[in-house]
């Protein structure tokens, strides 16, 4: 239920509900106590944004993804001290200055629930947590970050005041979709890796959200796929406008090396094997081939590895690793795969990937989704089917209205696969409807609406 707001409610009061949390942190730095509502308490508590409230920790249990162990804590250890920043500037751009819907919802306590709404990998776990505890919720966990769920999943529960949870809920949101579409994009890729038996690295690109690449890069980690280099200061790669600009593969790679020195790797993207070959004699450390058809690549990476592989240093051979990239995605993947070449990046990992879809529901005691997994049956899935894509769940035949009856002996039925747009289908003559079957011609029948062969 929204509380209803009282007309004698005080101005300083109202005002308090509409500060976002930059504006009551600059009240904390100014001297001024921002107004905290607690009716009926003789003391008001302090406000969530000038002593956040700190979540539980949570039991970390490993989880297993294919062949690489997970746990909640894992990757959150790797996050700069300016994290949380970065969190807090969410809020600035969505709350620069009143939380005018803040206001109506009031400071009841409430309970809210994350539903993950479509299968998929959760990342981004540590963000949301300090969404909300900026806002002084707290987060109990359902779900272990890197598990694979089905939906409706229920993944988290969030407590708090009710207008602190609707001031992140967006933020929240926003963020662990695309967190999780990019992990999801990553777990399928190493799937299709291990399946056929290949070595080598599946990395992503710099080529990421501006502002955003913190998460993104994150969520690389979770779906168990290598980050690439970070930024422009992990690792010098040179590509054509580089080389354009220098004038020569060698020039900018001495260039390089004059700068970076011994720490840094040197990457050199190639057009051609002679640009390969230009590459390595001048000393870069990863060759990478860019835009070459399958085969034609794995042909030129063989052949690089052999010609300047099988010799030893002295004698002019180099040691090298070959990147693959360009026009790879996850359906084209397997036929890059070749024991000579070390790395393939893809630039779809962040890319046009699809988000994963939640929503955040206060708990009203009743389902928010009539296909509401219980929690006897949200065990993560382990393993996944034979072919590199997951595949959709059987199609769902759903039965008319009782008492309609097809129009000369034909009709039509609706059928439905969640999360796609539902199909219709013609049936054939001799179709009779009733309260409980729907037969067919051939022995098929229609029992409670899904759809049976009998000896058809």
């Not at 109990?140 to 939906?151: A, T």
């Not at 040691?319 to 070449?341: K, R």
Request: net charge negative; hydrophobic share 35%; with cysteine.
């Amino acid at each position: 239920m929204i509380p209803t707001v009282s007309r004698e409610v005080d101005a300083a009061e109202a005002l308090d509900h509409m500060l976002s949390p930059r504006d009551r942190r600059t009240s904390k730095a100014t001297g001024q106590q921002p107004v905290t509502a607690t009716p009926n308490a003789a003391v008001s508590a302090p406000s969530p944004h000038i002593i956040p409230q700190q979540s539980a920790p949570l039991v970390q249990v490993p989880r297993n993804l294919g062949n690489t162990t997970f746990s909640r804590s894992r990757f959150q250890h790797l996050l700069p001290p300016s994290w949380k920043k970065q969190v807090s500037e969410w809020f600035h751009e969505d709350i620069p200055v009143f939380d005018y819907g803040g206001f109506v919802v009031g400071e009841t306590e409430q309970v809210a629930i994350l539903y993950g709404k479509t299968k998929g990998v959760i990342a981004g776990m540590p963000f949301f947590e300090e969404v909300f505890r900026q806002c002084g919720c707290t987060v109990e966990w359902l779900i272990e970050e890197g598990e694979y769920f089905e939906p409706i999943r229920q993944c988290a529960r969030v407590r708090g005041k009710a207008r602190f949870l609707l001031m992140g809920e967006r933020v929240a949101l926003n963020m662990i979709a695309r967190a999780s579409g990019i992990a999801t994009r990553g777990y399928r890729l190493i799937q299709i890796k291990a399946r056929h038996g290949y070595k080598g690295l599946i990395a992503g690109t710099r080529k990421t959200t501006p502002g955003f690449r913190m998460v993104e890069k994150y969520a690389m980690l979770v779906g168990g796929v290598d980050t690439h280099r970070m930024d422009l200061s992990s690792m010098i790669m040179l590509k054509d406008n580089h080389i354009w600009s220098q004038g020569s593969i060698t020039s900018a790679v001495q260039m390089a090396r004059q700068v970076g020195g011994f720490a840094l790797k040197i990457e050199v993207e190639c057009r051609t094997e002679d640009e390969a070959d230009e590459a390595i004699a001048a000393g870069a450390d990863i060759i990478m081939l860019d835009n070459f058809k399958p085969e034609e690549m794995k042909e030129t990476a063989k052949r690089l590895k052999e010609r300047w592989g099988s010799r030893s240093i002295d004698q002019g051979g180099r040691y090298f690793l070959i990147e693959g990239s360009g026009g790879i995605n996850e359906e084209t993947v397997h036929q890059y795969f070749c024991p000579d070449i070390d790395v393939l990046s893809l630039g779809s990992l962040t890319q046009s990937v699809p988000h994963i879809d939640f929503s955040l529901k206060i708990d009203n005691g009743k389902p928010h989704y009539k296909d509401q997994h219980k929690e006897e049956h949200t065990e993560a899935i382990r393993a996944l089917p034979a072919t590199h894509a997951m595949p959709d769940p059987p199609p769902k035949l759903s039965k008319p209205p009782t008492g309609i009856q097809p129009a000369n002996g034909s009709g039509t039925l609706a059928v439905e696969t969640p999360g796609k747009v539902p199909r219709v289908i013609g049936l054939p003559g001799g179709i009779s409807l009733d309260d409980d079957d729907i037969a067919l011609q051939g022995g098929a029948s229609i029992n409670g609406g899904e759809f049976e062969l009998d000896n058809a």
